[in-house]
Structure formats: C-alpha cells, structure tokens
C-alpha cells in the first residue's frame, strides 16, 4: 500500500521543539508559530496525544515561552541539534515507539531538521507542521522545509492536522476541536513559498 500520510491519533506523538525566550525577538513571526503550536498542543490534549517538548540550552537561552501552555510537560534540556537526545528517546519507547511526529518549533534548518532526519532514520514518519515552524532567516526556513520534503517528511498546517486527526464531524471530540478552528491560523509567510513546492 501506498504510503499516504494519513495521521491518526493511536500512533502519534507531538513534537515541541524550543520554543523559548531568548528567541523570541530574532524568529520570524515567532507569536503566530507559538501561537498554532499551543493550539495543536490543547488538541493533542482532547484527543490524548502525548506531546513531548525540548529546551535548548536553557541556562542561556531562557524557558519555554509561557503562552504555549506546556507548563504540565516536562522541558527536556538538550544541547544537540536535535530532539532526539537519551530521556525523549526513553520517552518515546514508553509510549510504544509511535509511528507518526507531529513537529513543531524552532529552527527549521536546525534543529527541526536534525530531528526530522533522526526520526526518518528510524523509520518514523514526520508531519512538519509549518505555519507552526520557523527560523531566524526567512531563506533558511523555506530552503529547510523544501529539503526536508526532498527528505520524506510531510509538509502539513495546523488546520490540516487538526482535521486529520478527527476526520469526522461525528468524533466525540469534534466539538472542542472545532474551537481551536473558530479564527484561521494566521499568516506565517509561507505563500510566497508555495509556488516553488
């Protein structure tokens, strides 16, 4: 069977990369990246999604950014550019190794990148949500998102995820979803981008 893509909340993990202070004032449209992760955090949270979330060298870059809403997550401090260090892999194993990550964070040439081949490598499949993705530089975000679907990984948006993943207006849960959906995302600059996809 064709690999399609389809996500499915049984075998997926949501991933939060970095997401923190001192990066705030130089990430290109950081509040609304921030901003489409928090609400794909609050719908794993409905639809039992586990969510896993990674700081990058704390001590110098400061704390998660509060309006994400990972308070309850445990910060997995990380020096490498990638998320996939020793205590997220232990984590991933006590959750059964899920098949799908969802990928969200900064930066998208960096750090996101790093995981995302980490993951492909294992055989996992990666949905790179990117209007909840970002990097300093404009060029490095775009570029980094083309390679990495050069790469396999799966270019999606919050919408789409939150779609998939119901399927049906008739989900249990439709309803607490359909809130998060009550105002579009917001641009994030990636229509300039689209034509070259």
């Known amino acids: ?20 202070e001192k990066f705030r004032p130089n990430i290109f449209q950081f509040t609304n990246i921030v901003s489409n992760a ?13 969510s896993i979330l990674t ?12 309006e994400l809403g990972a308070e309850d997550l445990t910060a997995h401090a990380k020096t490498s550019f990638t998320m996939m260090i020793e ?10 190794n899920p ?18 081949y980490d993951l492909l490598e294992k055989g996992v499949e990666v949905h790179i949500v990117a209007d909840a993705v970002s990097s300093r530089s404009q060029t490095d975000r775009l ?29 249990p849960n ?3 979803i359909q809130k998060l959906l009550a105002h579009p995302s917001p641009d994030t600059g990636l229509l300039s981008f689209f034509s070259s996809l």
Do not use: N, W
């Open 143 to 171: 570029f980094a998102l083309s390679r990495l679907k050069q790469s396999g990984a799966y270019l999606t948006t919050t919408e789409a995820v939150l779609l998939q993943l119901v399927q049906d207006a008739r989900h």
């Open 87 to 96: 205590a997220v892999e232990a984590e991933l194993q006590a959750l059964g």
């Open 55 to 66: 700081e990058q060298y704390p001590k110098g870059l400061g704390p998660t950014v509060p």
């Open 1 to 20: 069977m064709a690999r399609v893509g389809r996500l499915s909340t049984k075998d997926s993990v949501l991933l939060l990369c970095d997401m923190q």
């Open 174 to 176: 439709f309803k607490e």
């Open 38 to 50: 928090s609400r794909l955090l609050q719908a794993s949270r409905v639809l039992g999604i586990p």
């Open 99 to 116: 098949k799908q990550a969802i990928l969200c964070g900064i930066e998208a040439h960096a750090c996101i990148a790093c995981t995302t």
